[in-house]
């Protein structure tokens, strides 16, 4: 695999300006076939073989005006005072203005509506225009007609705002600029030169280009869901840092002793490209694993990262290596270059030098306390709760937040996710009793809303919201057998609801991460053992994984959903998490987990191959890439943390989850857990049966095969760190 990545980096390297022109060709293709044949993303999450979901698409044929789309217009009088006259014609001409819009099939004036279904509170605060509208979401147009209709009704005496089924809450993504420009200060730092620093950024943001405009591009055969580019735009961006980092950090080490730069880039290509190989193979195998889940947003997630972790990883072996020919000796600083041609530099007393010092001392001390601190950060992550997002989840000030708060003051929070049941096998007679019967614990009421045939639906409304674990309990209740609920004899009950969706949404999503985790990090060892010939490397960075994800998890629990800390993240409110963020936060952290495995190991790895002892390998391994692995993290992190902080709505705890659990995995894992481990391990660490030895295949992630025209560096001692 060296020999051949060697060569593919020499050919780029020689035929620079072909390759870069060929990489600017596909640029130009994917983003203006995207821009020339993309469709719009899909927004609904729907999973095969949810009852709730078929259950929800009979009531909707049943009872078409009970269950079709739309949402509440709620207004209210100042704190303290009732709805004054001129409020109720306020009301009655927006009623009417909300009729005529284009698609809206009926508007309900609570002032003048019959008293079973008058909508407002009692104490005449509070009420809500119920707006229905021909189909299950709102358009564009309907949507800015809704909202001026809003905005000319409100005055200082009539607050007026909009449920997310009439005016969705669209929260983008948290501008990147200050992630972006940490990053360039983490590289400059790192390389010390403006041309080293940018070139990881350049490629990086090249295969993303690439990468993102080829699956929008794809929505012209395809039907894609919005949350498809999602995972691909942060690992394309993240592992296309790291495999450019790597790559362009040992060719500079080279340059360093004295190579030329052809033959520096196709060492550089050969070993540290071979790691960027495989990290990135393991990442994409893991990530199209989704696929196995059996969801199909899911499945589109996974393809969509593992094509944007394939893209990252093309430009880092063809577009990083050409890039590379054309900076020649200036990638180094000035007072790096009038150093080359030095023989091997003296180690010298570097950070990382001190800290593996320290902490190969004490192994069994660095081992308990950094597994100690991880399981400790991991515990809140028993009390994982997960959901879809509502209007009681959106951004404080909002129109959706506002609606939610003020029908939860008026009337209950259970008001703003009613369940549906839709009872078979029964007549009119039988609704007194089943209305009864469904006036279970945790009901705040309880009203028929339809009779076709032999089936009759009922809204149940909660006393509780449908974010709350009191509205789950209920709907589980609900879902009993006829007898244990009192229903009568030959009747049988459905549960549905957008409510009741989104709990068995996020149940069988919460049932699937166990098999995908097992999934990757089954193949994960498999793989790590043909790169680094050994049993307990990989046994050790599958389970450290996990620790790692324990913490990212558990840390984003304590803040987002239980509140810990909330104030200095703006949690508000706390909330059960994103149905697939742990997903998400499985696939990016476990791509870039195995980069910084890789780089470290991997260092450990050459040195061993070369004749270094067990410790000395742990030692060499960690100094040439532990700065490296923490520019990686940094830039990470910053570009997360940024999220975390600047983010709003459903990507702030993503944001945050990442952000903790690339600090956790970079700094207490790789660094710490990583060299302490490897200390106990000694020469067992490399440790592989013969007989699996013999039928493995040979990774020669060190470079051997590359020995004869280009030798890797002959010291072996622990190596120092690039100055600048």
Not at 144 to 160: G, K
Request: charged residues 10%; neutral net charge; aromatic residues 8%.
């Amino acid at each position: 695999m060296a020999s051949l990545l060697a060569r593919l980096g020499g050919f780029s390297a020689k035929h620079r300006w072909w390759v870069i022109a060929a990489w600017l060709v596909l640029l130009v293709v994917a983003v203006g076939s995207a821009g020339a044949f993309s469709k719009p993303l899909g927004s609904t999450f729907t999973i095969k073989g949810l009852q709730s979901i078929s259950t929800l698409s009979s009531v909707q044929n049943e009872f078409p005006n009970a269950a079709g789309g739309g949402g509440d217009v709620v207004f209210a009088a100042p704190e303290g005072a009732t709805f004054s006259a001129d409020d109720e014609r306020t009301v009655a001409a927006l009623t009417t203005r909300l009729s005529s819009i284009n698609g809206v099939t009926s508007a309900v004036d609570p002032f003048t509506a019959s008293k079973g279904t008058a909508t407002l509170s009692p104490d005449g605060r509070i009420g809500y225009v119920r707006v229905s509208i021909s189909t299950s979401d709102p358009t564009a147009a309907q949507t800015t007609a809704i909202t001026h209709a809003m905005t000319d009704a409100r005055s200082d005496h009539l607050q007026v705002e909009a449920t997310s089924g009439l005016v969705p809450n669209n929260y983008g993504a948290s501008s990147q600029v200050v992630g972006i420009v940490l990053a360039f200060v983490v590289l400059l730092i790192t390389f010390g030169s403006f041309l080293a620093a940018g070139l990881p950024l350049i490629t990086a943001l090249f295969g993303l280009g690439v990468s993102v405009a080829g699956i929008y591009a794809s929505s012209a055969f395809i039907d894609l869901n919005s949350t498809a580019p999602l995972l691909a735009i942060l690992l394309a961006l993240a592992v296309g840092i790291d495999y450019a980092l790597f790559i362009i950090n040992r060719h500079r080490r080279n340059l360093l002793e004295g190579m030329t730069v052809s033959d520096s880039i196709r060492l550089a290509t050969g070993t540290a490209g071979t790691a960027v190989f495989f990290a990135a193979s393991t990442v994409i195998v893991a990530l199209a694993g989704l696929s196995v889940v059996g969801i199909g947003f899911l499945t589109q997630m996974g393809l969509s990262a593992a094509v944007g972790v394939f893209v990252a990883l093309l430009v880092s072996l063809t577009l990083t290596p050409a890039l590379l020919s054309l900076s020649g000796e200036k990638v180094l600083s000035r007072r790096a270059r009038r150093r080359m041609g030095d023989q091997a530099p003296v180690s010298r007393r570097t950070p990382s030098v001190r800290w593996v010092g320290v902490v190969t001392r004490k192994p069994v001390l660095f081992t308990v306390a950094a597994v100690g601190v991880l399981a400790v950060i991991a515990l809140p992550v028993s009390g994982l709760r997960l959901g879809l997002p509502n209007d009681g989840t959106d951004v404080s000030g909002s129109t959706t937040r506002e609606a939610y708060d003020l029908i939860t003051d008026g009337f209950d929070a259970g008001y703003n996710g009613p369940i549906l049941v839709l009872v078979h096998g029964t007549t009119a007679a039988d609704i007194p009793s089943i209305q009864k019967a469904l006036d279970v614990q945790g009901v705040a009421q309880v009203a028929p809303s339809g009779l076709a045939g032999n089936d009759a639906l009922f809204t149940v409304i909660p006393k509780t919201g449908p974010s709350d674990a009191a509205t789950e309990t209920l709907v589980h209740t609900l879902r009993g057998s006829g007898p244990s609920l009192g229903l009568p004899s030959g009747t049988s009950a459905e549960v549905t609801g957008t409510t009741a969706i989104a709990i068995d949404i996020s149940q069988r999503l919460l049932d699937a991460l166990p098999e995908y985790l097992a999934l990757v990090a089954g193949f994960a060892f498999l793989l790590l053992m043909v790169v680094f010939r050994s049993l307990l490397i990989p046994l050790k960075a599958t389970l450290s994984f996990l620790l790692s994800l324990g913490a990212a998890l558990g840390a984003t629990v304590a803040v987002f959903q239980w509140g810990w800390l909330g104030s200095l993240f703006h949690v508000d409110p706390a909330a059960p998490l994103l149905s697939f963020l742990p997903i998400l936060v499985v696939g990016v952290l476990f791509g870039l987990s195995m980069d910084y495995e890789m780089f470290l190991v991997s260092g450990m790895r050459e040195q061993r191959s070369h004749g270094a002892s067990s410790r000395a390998a742990v030692s060499g391994g960690f100094t040439s890439g532990a700065k490296v692995v923490a520019a990686a993290a940094l830039i990470m992190i910053g570009v997360f943390g940024n999220g975390a902080i600047a983010g709003r709505g459903t990507i702030q705890p993503m944001a945050f989850a990442l952000a903790v659990g690339v600090l956790v995995d970079a700094f207490v894992v790789r660094m710490t857990l990583v060299p302490a481990v490897m200390r106990l391990f000694g020469d067992a660490a490399w440790w592989l049966p013969r007989w699996l030895d013999r039928i493995l295949p040979d990774a020669d992630i060190e470079g051997a095969s590359l020995a004869p025209s280009e030798p890797a560096p002959s010291h072996l001692t622990a190596v120092p760190e690039l100055t600048t």
